[in-house]
């Protein structure tokens, strides 16, 4: 008999896992992929990242090297050897959650988990075999998986998701992308900066959804700069693959059909919860449009002993949501008071430059009436960006008009997804703009440039 049986081992629930265990549970954690990690290790966050910083790497030297003095004769890409190395990576990290699990003595069991009621778990092995795990609580950490759109049938070939775009074995001539969002701009960059046209063709009137609009509009300036095309308010219709050839139909901001070709195409339209299959009609739990069920302040679901964290609930579908929120899952089982501070949790786009931001945008405060004050400072004016040959973006930060407390912040720039954590860890603690501004920040750093932000809060930057 488990105290907990966790279903999902990607971010959330391996950590919870861990947790719970540290905690002095009896648990196991139930997987269908053959390595641990979920989505997020084995085809998301991990393989992709390791994609970005090799086409980073390659586009340096092609042609960012020069300028510093270092020149190349002969560079060439070996897709080969970076698809290797990504591999690679992935697979060190996800043995190295089998060693997390044989550690903190969690039962790690690879095959699909059924719930079959409130306290078992069937788990269907690869071998044809299965097991049924009793247990006196089950966790839900199943994750997401992506979406497609009526008239696009992904074919795993010419028409793929974001599993597919990790895994090109040569650079397309035209990638065409369906969604101006995180993923689609990432994977988006990666073939770009490889040598491949880039056609994105986004619904919404903005990049990156409810990303601050300042930082969108100068967002898809640079990319543009960077070579890849958008085309706003572009409703996609359909999509048919004729040999090596995509054709992608819809319908300009203009209401006028048009068509664009390819020969590869990503379709990246955002996720749904990844619930399927997994027995809830067995315990009477029902999901929203988006696959989702509803939780309480728990984290438990409408029965008693099943709880879900993550991309199965609503909210932002992010790795690290899902980790705070599995720690926190377990620890209120075990009788700890843990919290979650929802507006302090940042999110980040791992383009060139990066794009981070925490707590209420622009538009937010204002659709909210909630009166704030401004400050942004360019890292063009930041001794370390210069040195790097880094200056593209600004910080922003936004507070209170009367108390000072900070209330957002947003970064786009280099760096930027590490930056963000001192901004989070501010408004963790509830700081105002100058508590930010009275600290100490080393020069010369980047850190420097959300000091200025913060001192142009009160109007009064001293390096611009």
Known sequence: MYDLVVIGSGPGGYTAANRAAQLGMKVACVERYSTFGGTCLNVGCIPSKAMLVSSEHFTAAQHHMAEHGIEFDGIKLNLDKMQERKREVVSQLTRGIAGLFKKNKVDGIQGWGTIESPTSVKVAKPDGSSETLETKKI???????????????????RIVDSTGALEFGEVPEHLIIIGAGVIGLELGSVWSRLGAKVTVLEYMPKILGMTDDEVAKQAQRIFKKQGIEFELQAKVTGAAVNGETVTVTYTDKNDAERTVEGDRLLVSVGRRAFTDKLGLENVGLETNKRGQLEVDHDFKTKVDGIYAIGDVIPGAMLAHKAEEEGVVCVERMSGIGAHINYDAIPDVVYTEPEIAGVGKTESQLKDEGIAYKKGKFPFMA???????????????????????????????????????????????????????????????????????????????????
Not at 139 to 157: F, Q, R, W, Y
Not at 382 to 408: H, Y
Not at 432 to 456: C, F, G, M, N, Q
């Open 382 to 464: 930041n001794g370390r960006a210069k040195s790097m040959a880094s200056t593209d973006g600004f910080v922003k930060i936004l507070a209170d008009e009367k108390t000072d407390r900070i209330l957002g912040a947003q970064i786009i720039g280099p760096r930027a997804g590490d930056l963000i954590a001192e901004l989070a860890v501010a408004m963790e603690f509830g700081a105002s703009a100058e508590d930010i501004y009275r600290s100490s920040h080393a020069h010369p750093t980047l850190a420097e440039v959300i000091k200025e932000a913060a001192l142009s809060v009160e109007g009064r930057p001293l390096n611009m």
């Open 139 to 157: 966790l839900i950490a199943t994750g997401s998986k992506p979406i497609s759109i009526p008239g696009v049938e992904i074919d795993k070939d």
